[in-house]
């Protein structure tokens, strides 16, 4: 063979080889953490994370193909939500899902580079989580479900359905909501124009939730608020008989509710709570920035009426109320 020959010849097989090789080679496997703030084997647990990955199916994602996943579930616990955030950055994700803002907390102690989506969180602007819900900037960004007055809502929800109500104390774990002072101001300046005063009930497990309530009870005129936050799903059936065993009407998430809580006014998702950050991890593993794309609000919320536990509560839910209601449980 000629060397001229040779040479076009080696020159078009090294042409040709890259895209050879490129059609062979299985497409690269991407990462995504997921820090819960939930145990494993609770109940919304079970539903949403299986619509979390078909959601992301719908969009080409297809564990054991081109995506891996790998979750960790801080129970509502502290201590491992730092555990398990420094675990997950460890593996050098593509990108994190975070559930709550305990877990935002922990992973921005680990990193300020990967990019994080929330799904949902509480204030992400109050909390200092994002710059601002047009342009988040920094590495997260992500799902909004509650802001600070929406607890003004809370409180004169609770009023309409139970006048009797004039003292209201706030149920809350400072360590999993650190946005605690945001809300308690919102209830706090809302409670007077009902007539209400506020007591706030830190606790911190069950035997502190039956003693806050028990306290509660003490006097008439005794309601609930129970923060929306992780600790209060988790431990919701001893807060749930605990009201119900002093005679005190409860509004907080639809969880409790469901449990026997009397009512809850909350954001209208079901088990889509964390299938909605799909779209977003899809177009951040695509090469899209987080600093880029809005912070998104709810666009409705879903009151939630316990007419069985309004009646042993010797309540009369008004019927304007119970006209709004998307949902009565009797």
Same mark, same amino acid.
């Given at each position: 063979?000629?060397?001229?020959?040779?040479?076009?010849?080696?020159?078009?097989?090294?042409?040709?080889?890259?895209?050879?090789?490129?059609?062979?080679?299985?497409?690269?496997?991407?990462?995504?953490?997921?820090?819960?703030?939930?145990?494993?084997?609770?109940?919304?647990?079970?539903?949403?994370?299986?619509?979390?990955?078909?959601?992301?199916?719908?969009?080409?994602?297809?564990?054991?193909?081109?995506?891996?996943?790998?979750?960790? =579930?801080?129970?509502? @616990?502290?201590? &491992?939500?730092?555990?398990?955030?420094?675990? %997950?950055?460890?593996? !050098? +994700?593509? #990108?994190?899902?975070?559930?709550?803002?305990?877990?935002?907390?922990?992973?921005?102690?680990?990193?300020?580079?990967?990019?994080?989506?929330?799904?949902?969180?509480?204030?992400?602007?109050?909390?200092?989580?994002?710059?601002?819900?047009?342009?988040?900037?920094?590495?997260?960004?992500? =799902?909004?479900?509650? @802001?600070?007055? &929406?607890?003004?809502?809370?409180?004169?929800? %609770?009023?309409?359905? !139970? +006048?009797? #109500?004039?003292?209201?104390?706030?149920?809350?774990?400072?360590?999993?909501?650190?946005?605690?002072?945001?809300?308690?101001?919102?209830?706090?300046?809302?409670?007077?124009?009902?007539?209400?005063?506020?007591?706030?009930?830190?606790?911190?497990?069950?035997?502190?939730?039956?003693?806050?309530?028990?306290?509660?009870?003490?006097?008439?005129?005794?309601?609930?608020?129970?923060?929306?936050?992780?600790?209060?799903?988790?431990?919701?059936?001893?807060?749930?008989?605990?009201?119900?065993?002093?005679?005190?009407?409860?509004?907080?998430?639809?969880?409790?509710?469901?449990?026997?809580?009397?009512?809850?006014?909350?954001?209208?998702?079901?088990?889509?709570?964390?299938?909605?950050?799909?779209?977003?991890?899809?177009?951040?593993?695509?090469?899209?920035?987080?600093?880029?794309?809005?912070?998104?609000?709810?666009?409705?919320?879903?009151?939630?009426?316990?007419?069985?536990?309004?009646?042993?509560?010797?309540?009369?839910?008004?019927?304007?109320?119970?006209?709004?209601?998307?949902?009565?449980?009797?």
């Amino acid at each position: 063979m000629r060397r001229r020959e040779f040479m076009t010849f080696a020159g078009g097989a090294a042409a040709a080889l890259p895209m050879t090789v490129l059609a062979q080679q299985p497409e690269r496997v991407r990462r995504v953490g997921v820090l819960m703030s939930l145990p494993e084997n609770h109940p919304d647990i079970q539903a949403r994370v299986p619509a979390f990955v078909q959601a992301l199916g719908r969009l080409g994602w297809v564990e054991g193909k081109n995506i891996r996943i790998d979750y960790r =579930f801080a129970a509502s @616990d502290p201590t &491992l939500f730092e555990t398990y955030a420094a675990e %997950l950055v460890g593996l !050098a +994700p593509d #990108v994190i899902l975070a559930t709550s803002s305990s877990a935002i907390a922990a992973l921005r102690q680990q990193t300020r580079t990967i990019p994080i989506v929330f799904s949902p969180v509480a204030d992400p602007v109050g909390q200092g989580f994002v710059q601002s819900l047009a342009r988040p900037g920094g590495n997260l960004t992500g =799902f909004t479900n509650y @802001d600070a007055e &929406l607890m003004g809502k809370w409180v004169q929800l %609770l009023k309409e359905v !139970a +006048p009797s #109500v004039t003292r209201v104390a706030v149920i809350f774990n400072p360590d999993t909501a650190p946005y605690a002072p945001l809300f308690n101001r919102a209830i706090e300046a809302a409670a007077p124009s009902f007539g209400i005063t506020v007591t706030l009930a830190p606790v911190h497990d069950d035997a502190g939730i039956e003693a806050a309530i028990a306290a509660q009870a003490r006097e008439p005129g005794g309601g609930l608020i129970n923060f929306p936050e992780s600790f209060s799903v988790t431990h919701r059936d001893v807060i749930v008989a605990a009201a119900l065993l002093h005679g005190l009407p409860q509004i907080g998430q639809p969880q409790l509710t469901r449990a026997g809580g009397l009512m809850s006014y909350d954001l209208h998702i079901g088990d889509a709570y964390y299938a909605q950050a799909a779209p977003y991890i899809d177009r951040i593993l695509k090469g899209a920035s987080p600093a880029d794309l809005p912070v998104q609000q709810p666009v409705k919320y879903s009151l939630i009426i316990n007419l069985k536990t309004a009646k042993a509560l010797g309540l009369t839910v008004p019927q304007s109320i119970l006209q709004r209601a998307d949902e009565v449980i009797e």
